[in-house]
Every structure is written in C-alpha cells, then in structure tokens.
C-alpha cells in the first residue's frame, strides 16, 4: 500500500477510472429549464440527479433577476431564511474545511475532484478549486458575477442538491403548489418524491456493493443499515430523524443532544455479601436509525467511576469503548461492536466497594470524539511534515485543533453509593414521522 491510499478515509483507487471532464464555469449554452423531461421515477431521477461529476449549470436564463441567478447559499438566504440559517449551523456547510483541503495539496487535480463529488459537488465549485490551488485544468476567465468567488467553500452548498441547469428541483410543495404557477421566483421549481426518500442521501452515505471495504464490509454502509432497521420498514426515513419538519439541521455525531437520544442506558448494582458490588451496564441503541455510530470516524468512551465524598475520582469501575476502529492507513479492522438499530450491550463489574460507602457516588459519563479516526490520522501525518510544503502543514494543524475541539461530554450522571444503585437515562424520541397523524 503506497502512503498516499492513508490519506482520505474514503481514499478511493481512481486515478486510472478518471476521465476527467475538464472544468468550466458555463459549458452547458441555454440554461433553460428542463423540467418536463426529468424523470419522476425515484431512482432514475436521482441516479441524473446525483450523476458524478455534476455537469456545469450554463449561463442563467436571460429573465432571471441577478439574485434569482446566484448559485450562492447567501442569494437562496435571502428567500429562504431558515433554511439557511440551519444549513449554515449543520456539518454539511463545512465538508470544504481544513481536513479535506490540505489533502488536496497531496492528491492529484483528478483524484481532489472525486472527493469534491461530494464534498462540493457543483462543477462550478470544482473550477473555483482549481483556481484556488493553482491546477492545470483550470478555467480562464474569472466567475461571472452569478458564481460567488468563495462557492467552493461553501461544501455542500444549497445548489449542490437543489440546483440543475439552473432550474430548482425540490420535495413535494407543503404550500400545495406544482412549481409551474406564475411569478414564482426562479422560473418556479420542480417538485420530485425522491427529496423526501433515504435514498437521496444514499448517494453520499452509501458506497455501491463494489466499493471499498474493510475485513469485508463496506467502508460506508448507512443506507444498508437504515435498510435493514424497523425504521425503514415503518417508513421513517433519513429526512425524518436528520431534517425534521424539513429543517436542514442534518445533526448526527458531532451534536450532544442528538447522541443523548440516540442511546438508553441501564445501570444496576447490588451490593453482595462479600462487600462487592454487582454492577450490570446496558447500552442501547434506541434511537439511530443505523449503527450507533454510523461510521468508523467516531469513538464513545461510556465510563462508570466511583468518586469519593471530596468528589474526586477513585476508580474506574467500567469502561467501554464503542467504535469500529481501524489501523490509520486503513488496512485493519482493531475491532467493530458498534450497535445496530434497536440492539444493545450488557457490561458486568464486580467493584469492591469502600469500608464506609457514606458520601462516595457512582457516576456514569458519555465521551464522544467525532472525529476519533481522523485525529490519529492527521497526527500520523505530521511526522511527515518537513516534507510538506508551508500550507499544507497550516492547514493540516487546522484539521487537527478543528477535529479536537468537537470532543464533548454528551452524558454525566451521578448517583448516591447505596446497597443498591440504579440509574436510567432515557431522552425525548426522535420524531417519528410516520405515526403522525
Ligand atoms: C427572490 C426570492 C428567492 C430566491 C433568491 C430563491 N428562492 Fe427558492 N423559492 C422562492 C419562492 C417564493 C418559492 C415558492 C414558494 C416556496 O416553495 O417556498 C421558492 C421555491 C423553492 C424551492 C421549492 C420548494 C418546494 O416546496 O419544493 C426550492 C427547492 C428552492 N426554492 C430553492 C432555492 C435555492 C437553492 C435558491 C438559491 C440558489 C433559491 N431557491 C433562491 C423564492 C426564492
Ligand atoms: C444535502 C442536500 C440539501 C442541501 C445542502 C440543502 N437542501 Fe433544501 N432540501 C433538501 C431535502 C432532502 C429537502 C426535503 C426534505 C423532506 O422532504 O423532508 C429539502 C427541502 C427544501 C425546501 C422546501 C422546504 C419546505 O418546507 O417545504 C426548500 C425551500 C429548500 N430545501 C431550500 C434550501 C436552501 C435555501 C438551502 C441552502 C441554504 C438548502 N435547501 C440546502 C436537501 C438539501
Ligand atoms: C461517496 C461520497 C464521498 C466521497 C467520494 C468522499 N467523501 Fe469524505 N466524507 C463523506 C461523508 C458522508 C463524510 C461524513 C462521514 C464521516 O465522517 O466519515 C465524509 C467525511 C470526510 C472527512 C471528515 C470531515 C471533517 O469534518 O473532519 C474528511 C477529511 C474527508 N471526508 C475527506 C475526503 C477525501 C480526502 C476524499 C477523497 C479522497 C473524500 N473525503 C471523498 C463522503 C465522501
Ligand atoms: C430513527 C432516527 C434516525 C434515522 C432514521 C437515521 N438517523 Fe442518522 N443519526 C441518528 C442519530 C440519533 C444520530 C446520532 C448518533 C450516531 O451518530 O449514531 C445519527 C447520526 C448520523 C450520522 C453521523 C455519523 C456517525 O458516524 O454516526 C450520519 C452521517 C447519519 N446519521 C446519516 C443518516 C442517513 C444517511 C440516514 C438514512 C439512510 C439516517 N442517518 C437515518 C438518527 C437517525
Ligand atoms: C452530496 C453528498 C451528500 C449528500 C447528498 C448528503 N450528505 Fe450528509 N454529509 C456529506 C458529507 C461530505 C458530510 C461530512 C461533513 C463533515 O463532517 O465535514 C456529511 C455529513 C452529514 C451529517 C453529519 C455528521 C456528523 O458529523 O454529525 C449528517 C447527519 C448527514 N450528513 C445526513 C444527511 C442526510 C439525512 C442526507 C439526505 C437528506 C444527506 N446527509 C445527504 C455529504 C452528503
């Protein structure tokens, strides 16, 4: 395995596949609206939809006004507001940040442009990258003014899901319009069920069956396992745990009270005659529609500790770490117990208790470091740093404190030390859109 495959997770072995398309800012000529002739079908819609590469959108249609042509999310924010305003708090406004830029400045022009499928899908965000890092097949002439210069940046921005050929694609109107009525901004728009179906997000959180794997499973798996759950059979689908009364706050991992109730756990203890405690810990996956976690960037510590009347920690009863967890250059599975939709884990201890349990605690914490895999990958890169040049090393130290500032708490409860000890923590349910009336 050569070093350069340890770079992205999802590092995939392209080069050769890679007919790359070139990139420009308006290779399409009309613009115009093709809306009667996209597909409805949900799966041959989204299969143009999400054809990679996205193909460049063309000039916008002559009647636009300069804000109904902008491609940038700030334009769409000026309508939408609160659809903004959640997509720019969500991780999907920041999949450009400094952990996949300083991999650019490793990987070849083709090879970045993969990743960009979809980190930042628009061909338009290609070209802007291109600029930006100086590549060969780059385009000539400066955006034209309904291309902002930072769209790049702006990662999985509102036009990368919604925008093709300029015309705005969507879910079924809640207003109860077809899209076609007149003097609807942008020309109207073009609703489609598949915005409102798991498999749109499957594009991006799925690999296909020949994708790459680890000690046989694919590397990413989230569509499968949503598959495979009772939610996909009650129809609760992605959109309806991550965009909640169509909110696009996409909140996952990286989100404490999203965590909090993605998990129910049990502590039960018993003190025995022998002045030792039995001490059962279950942890349940209650509420993720999918593995908790999903992927194997993640690590969750579940900690029980004693902590005396001081409240200092005395021991470390239990301690279980919840990951599928590889080798940085990604060739080996360390191990996998990450907990399936609706399934649990049952942890026993048998701590010896103090002579005079008066005042101590037992207490039950929650870490989460979302970004687990990528820290060690990215400190693993940093001994290589005196062959990198001054900017990848900038950015790659701003993937690293960036990665380690999402570590948090999700979970510390407390409970008196007594002959027997018992906590329950549950959270409100997700929504569940299919029990609505
Ligand atoms: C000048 C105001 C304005 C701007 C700018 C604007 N929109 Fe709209 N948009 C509307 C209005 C009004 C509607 C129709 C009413 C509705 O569905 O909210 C609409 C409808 C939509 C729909 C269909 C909603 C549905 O029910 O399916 C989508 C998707 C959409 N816009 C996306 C965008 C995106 C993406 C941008 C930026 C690239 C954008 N719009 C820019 C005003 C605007
Ligand atoms: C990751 C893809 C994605 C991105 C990025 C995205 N959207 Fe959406 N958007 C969706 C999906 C999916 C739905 C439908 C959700 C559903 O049906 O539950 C939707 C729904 C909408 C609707 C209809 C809302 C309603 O209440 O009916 C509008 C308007 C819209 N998006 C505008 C925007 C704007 C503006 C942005 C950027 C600030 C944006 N979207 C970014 C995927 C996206
Ligand atoms: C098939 C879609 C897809 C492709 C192609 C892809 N990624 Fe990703 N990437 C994702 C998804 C989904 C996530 C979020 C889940 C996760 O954390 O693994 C992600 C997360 C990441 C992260 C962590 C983001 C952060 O905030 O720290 C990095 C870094 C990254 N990808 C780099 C790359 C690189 C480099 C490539 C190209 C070699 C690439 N990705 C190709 C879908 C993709
Ligand atoms: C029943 C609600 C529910 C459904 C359905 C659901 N999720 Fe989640 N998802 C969660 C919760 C809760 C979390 C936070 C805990 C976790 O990370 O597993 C989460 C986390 C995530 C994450 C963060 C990454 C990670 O490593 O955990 C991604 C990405 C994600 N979901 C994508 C999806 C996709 C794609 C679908 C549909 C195929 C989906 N989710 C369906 C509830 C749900
Ligand atoms: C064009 C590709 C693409 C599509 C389509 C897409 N995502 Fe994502 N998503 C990503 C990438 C890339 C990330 C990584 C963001 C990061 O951490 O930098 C991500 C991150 C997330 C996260 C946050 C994970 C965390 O760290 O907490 C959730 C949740 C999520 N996506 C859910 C969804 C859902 C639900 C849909 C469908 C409505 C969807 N995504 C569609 C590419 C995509």
């Known amino acids: 395995m050569t070093r350069r495959t340890a770079f992205g997770l999802l590092a995939l072995t392209v080069a050769a596949l890679l007919a790359f398309a070139g990139v420009q800012f308006l290779a399409r000529e ?3 609206r093709a809306a009667s002739t996209a597909p409805v079908d949900v799966d ?15 000039m916008p249609p002559a009647r636009f006004s300069p804000e109904e042509a902008a491609l940038g999310a700030r334009a769409c924010g000026e309508c939408h507001v609160t659809q903004y305003e959640d997509w720019q708090a969500s991780r999907h406004s920041d999949t450009m940040n400094a952990g996949i830029r300083w991999q650019f400045h490793v990987f070849s022009q083709a090879e970045s442009n993969k990743c960009m499928d979809c980190h930042a899908p628009l061909a338009e965000q290609k070209a802007l990258a291109a600029l930006d890092m100086g590549w060969p097949n780059a385009p000539e002439a400066d955006p034209p003014p309904h291309i902002p210069g930072n769209l790049h940046l702006q990662g999985l921005t509102c036009a990368a899901c919604h925008v093709r050929g300029h015309e705005r694609f969507g879910p079924e109107s809640r207003l109860g319009l077809d899209g076609g009525e ?15 179906d798991s498999r749109f997000c499957a594009a991006c959180h799925q690999f296909p069956d020949d994708g790459p794997r680890l000690n046989g499973k694919l590397r990413q798996d989230t569509y499968n396992e949503w598959l ?18 169509r909110r696009h706050l996409w909140r996952g991992i ?43 960037v993640p690590r969750v510590d579940v900690r029980v500790l004693l902590r005396d009347p001081d409240g200092e920690e005395r021991e470390e009863i239990l301690h279980h770490v919840i990951q599928w967890r590889a080798t940085v250059d990604l060739s080996t599975e360390e191990f996998d117990n990450r907990l ?12 010896r208790l103090p002579e005079d349990p008066d005042g101590w605690s037992v207490v039950l914490q929650m870490d989460v470091a979302p970004k687990e895999h990528y820290e060690r990958m990215y400190r693993d890169m940093m001994r290589q740093a005196d062959r990198m040049n001054p900017e990848t090393v900038r950015l790659l130290r701003q993937a690293m404190a960036e990665a380690a500032t999402l570590r948090y708490r999700a979970l510390e409860e407390r409970v008196a030390l007594d002959r027997s000890v018992r906590l329950s923590l549950r959270h409100e349910a997700l929504p569940h859109p299919a029990s609505e009336p």
């Open 30 to 32: 009309d613009g115009t």
């Open 44 to 58: 041959a819609f989204l299969e143009a939809h999400w054809g990679f590469p996205v193909e460049p959108q063309g």
């Open 182 to 196: 007149d003097g609807l901004p942008h020309g109207g728009f073009t609703p489609r069920a598949a915005f409102s």
């Open 228 to 245: 495979q759950s009772d939610y996909a059979a009650q129809g609760v689908t992605c959109q309806g745990c991550h965009m909640p009364d």
């Open 254 to 296: 990286s989100d404490p009270e999203m965590v909090r109730r993605a998990v129910a756990l049990d502590l039960v203890g018993e003190t025995a005659e022998d002045g030792h405690m039995n001490l059962e810990l279950t942890i349940a996956n209650v509420g993720a529609g999918h593995h908790f976690p999903a992927y194997m």
């Open 340 to 351: 399936p939709a609706g399934q649990s884990v049952s942890l026993s201890a048998r701590p």
